[in-house]
């Protein structure tokens, strides 16, 4: 049986735009795409605003009847308690957040998340209904010592240690030395890694997992090379930063199908 895999764009805007900023961009991305008679059930697109925006986007999905998915970029490892500062992983849940990023590689510099603490991150984010994006990558001085798969496939398989194998998770591939340098790995090099990735999810939750599960591709993202990338048989998507901030840009992004052929 041939598993089709719904392409997904992601946008993470990181600690950008206020909430008045988020409504603003969110209604003109929505009548770009509309405009443009997106088909959403072809490629699906997602917006992970700051926590300060969520619950106004929120409103702003559900009242206009707005068809993107919602997104938060980090969750607590813990449901409740005293956690000063932490969000969890149930109230991103009531606000109908449906992704939720675990993992990215600027918690893991800046507030050293190592793979243990991932690992309970994607655990919470399951308990709680969401499906958690498992970032994953590796440094230029971890391609040299290694190679380009192994420290994301390590990675991905601790992970994964504390959920079931029938997990809905999305992976999410960025070689730290691409993101925000301008320069992207090529779709080879992509493809390969994240074939790498789909092998060992095989070898972890078992072939059909492996084969439903979107794994995207992040790091210099742009209209230009999107299409270049979709063309590998298991990249599923993007995760896009820096160019998920201009509306245009991330639009045209979502639209690769409509404008180049693959």
């Known amino acids: 049986m041939v598993t089709t895999r719904t392409p997904l764009i992601a946008g993470n805007w990181k600690m950008n735009l206020d909430h008045l900023q988020a409504i603003a961009f969110v209604q003109k991305l929505a009548w770009s795409l509309k405009d443009a008679k997106h088909d959403f059930e072809s ?22 009847k707005l068809v993107l998915a919602l997104g938060a970029q980090d969750l607590s490892a813990q449901d409740s308690g005293a956690y000063t500062g932490e969000i969890s992983g149930r109230f991103l849940s009531k606000l109908d957040v449906r992704y939720v990023l675990v993992g990215h590689s600027e918690r893991r510099t800046l507030h050293a998340e190592d793979d243990g603490v991932v690992a309970t991150k994607v655990a919470a984010a399951h308990r709680s209904g969401l499906v958690p994006v498992i970032c994953v990558g590796e440094t230029a001085a971890d391609l040299e010592q290694h190679g380009p798969s192994a420290v994301p496939v390590a990675q991905l398989r601790a992970a994964l240690a504390e959920v079931p194998a029938s997990a809905e998770i999305v992976v999410a591939y960025e070689p730290v030395w691409a993101i925000g340098s301008g320069q992207a790995a090529t779709a080879e090099q992509a493809g390969q890694v994240c074939s790498a990735l789909r092998t ?37 998507g993007a995760l896009v930063g820096g160019a998920s901030l201009d509306v245009d840009e991330f639009a045209s992004i979502v639209r690769f199908q409509a404008h180049v052929g693959v």
């Open 43 to 64: 490629v699906e697109a997602a917006v992970f605003p700051p926590f300060t925006d969520l619950r106004s986007v929120q409103t702003l999905l559900d009242a206009d």
């Open 200 to 236: 060992a999810l095989a070898d972890v939750a078992g072939s059909d997992a492996a084969a439903a599960t979107r794994i995207l591709y992040g790091g210099s993202v742009k209209s230009s090379n999107i299409a270049s990338f979709m063309r590998e048989p298991d990249v599923d």
